[in-house]
């Protein structure tokens, strides 16, 4: 079984930085996708960013795009999400998600409980 754990949110002022972390437990992190994605109150989730099993293929939202960095460390099992220039419209938890297949139309299978973001003006 495969378990996602999300920290890293918090309360910022609007132009700060978090970095949020994805640690996951069970088998054959490597070979999953990660995607990050968020929920504000009252909308839709949203994807955010996803990278592929080796870190060579990343896609963003267009609302994130030269902000937020996504990164993965498979030695650790960990995927992080380092968020920069953050706006009050960020606020949202976050989820992490796992993977199966090409990145543009992964199938995501697991998911974290999520982590609270939320941004000042």
């Known amino acids: 079984q495969v378990q996602l754990v999300e920290s890293g949110g918090g309360l910022v002022q609007a132009g700060g930085s978090l970095r949020l972390s994805c640690a996951v437990s069970?088998?054959?992190?490597?070979?999953?996708?990660m995607g990050w994605f968020r929920q504000a109150p009252g909308k839709e989730r949203e994807f955010v960013s996803a990278?592929?099993?080796?870190?060579?293929?990343?896609r963003y939202a267009a609302s994130v795009k030269g902000r937020f960095i996504i990164s993965r460390d498979n030695a650790k099992n960990t995927v992080y999400l380092q968020m920069t220039s953050l706006k009050p419209e960020d606020t949202a938890v976050y989820y992490c998600?796992?993977?199966?297949?090409?990145?543009?139309?992964?199938?995501?299978?697991?998911w974290g409980q999520g982590t609270q973001v939320s941004v000042s003006s």
């Open positions: 998600a796992a993977g199966t297949g090409d990145i543009a139309v992964v199938q995501y299978d697991y």
């Open positions: 069970g088998r054959s992190f490597s070979s999953y996708a």
């Open positions: 990278i592929n099993w080796s870190g060579g293929d990343i």
